[in-house]
């Protein structure tokens, strides 16, 4: 059995009584102390999140814009800098790949323009060969459409911090004003005390309004500590894998191995709002364009479930004894004290208010059709 992975946060989650797991071929945080306080403290103060198994590229030379958006389902020819777009990659039959996070910014000392890609760590291996695969020395090397990539995943490591008390902690951290950073942008700043470099972007990740901080890998251990320190006052604490997956089921965002995979297609996912299709190709948008006005024979759909356990991925759906799709996500969401979750159905039992059945550990419970997200912005 190969050995997992471990982030540079590894000795600080294990000093903190981390229940540690395997995630997408790392060893990670699961909860630390009891997964309600953990998600109760994104809702009410602050709580701190490693993320730094995820991938994350680099891309620069003149040719790097047109390669990502030869490849990406978005059209990115007009990204600002500082701006950060939410972007699939798919196979020449439409399908999912990955889905990412893509950031245009310029560097500090030449001025030269690069782009940042953050993807699940889960497909960074398969994403590596990908690009690499794409970008032949002909490519790569074309006079005056250079393009370089590089992999940055193990030289950085990377945080998330969530709640209504983020802002007030971290601004005065950085030399950046980041209040006043919109909603999917990101700067490359430096810390107020000592100069460091850091990234700091602020998309909420799961769903929940905060910011995410990229920092060198042998210094955010020492972050991460100070501000530990720092956000006594506002009652921080460390959140694990398994309350931020709440927060992101309740606010509906799909995730890779579970809602997406190379099974589905954009508006399976209910995806289509990121396929820019007009005068834009890349791998499947000839398809695509073709299934834009097909109906999808299975979607995405949210569902209550009326059972005492939580659906988990796998568990079938039916209607009147027939199979007709499956769960992909489930949990019980504290807010509405419901158990509630996420899957596939044939598009025909799909509409709101479509009563289905799910096995639920050998016993058969009622599973309500309901609008995705399951929360509302002022919820939140």
Avoid at 225 to 237: E, N, V
Avoid at 288 to 317: F, H, M, Q
Wanted: aromatic fraction near 12%; proline fraction near 5%.
């Amino acid at each position: 059995m190969l050995s997992l992975l471990r982030t540079p946060l590894y000795d600080w989650h294990c000093n903190h009584s981390a229940r540690m797991t395997e995630c997408d071929g790392w060893e990670m945080p699961k909860q630390y102390a009891s997964i309600l306080y953990e998600y109760e403290t994104l809702q009410n103060r602050v709580g701190i999140t490693d993320i730094s198994h995820k991938g994350r590229f680099v891309f620069e030379g003149p040719g790097a814009g047109l390669f990502l958006n030869s490849l990406l389902s978005r059209n990115i020819t007009n990204i600002k800098s500082g701006q950060l777009h939410y972007a699939l990659l798919t196979n020449k039959q439409g399908n999912i790949l990955d889905d990412l996070l893509i950031g245009l910014f310029h560097r500090a000392d030449s001025g030269l323009p690069y782009y940042y890609l953050v993807v699940n760590a889960v497909n960074r291996e398969k994403d590596i060969v990908y690009f690499k695969q794409l970008l032949t020395p002909q490519i790569a090397t074309s006079p005056k459409n250079e393009v370089y990539f590089s992999d940055e995943t193990n030289e950085h490591g990377m945080i998330v911090i969530q709640g209504p008390c983020s802002l007030e902690l971290l601004k005065p951290l950085f030399q950046t004003d980041i209040s006043t950073l919109p909603y999917y942008s990101g700067v490359e700043t430096t810390l107020s005390l000592g100069g460091r470099w850091a990234f700091v972007f602020r998309t909420g990740y799961a769903g929940k309004n905060g910011f995410e901080i990229i920092l060198e890998s042998f210094f955010i251990e020492q972050f991460v500590t100070d501000l530990f320190q720092q956000g006594q006052i506002f009652g921080i604490a460390p959140v694990g894998f398994a309350a931020m997956d709440i927060v992101r089921q309740e606010s509906s965002i799909p995730f890779y191995g579970y809602e997406l995979d190379e099974s589905v297609t954009p508006f399976e996912a209910k995806l289509s709002h990121v396929l820019h299709l007009e005068d834009h190709d890349f791998p499947g948008s000839d398809i695509l364009c073709d299934l834009r006005s097909k109906t999808p024979e299975k979607i995405r759909v949210g569902l209550e479930i009326s059972s005492e356990y939580s659906a988990v991925k796998g568990n079938e759906l039916f209607f009147e004894q027939k199979k007709i799709g499956w769960i992909t996500s489930g949990t019980f969401s504290p807010i509405l004290q419901k158990n509630i979750a996420m899957g596939y159905v044939l598009h025909e039992f799909s509409q709101p208010g479509q009563v289905l059945n799910v096995k639920i550990r050998d016993k058969i419970n009622n599973a309500l059709v309901v609008p995705i997200p399951f929360l509302n912005k002022h919820e939140q």
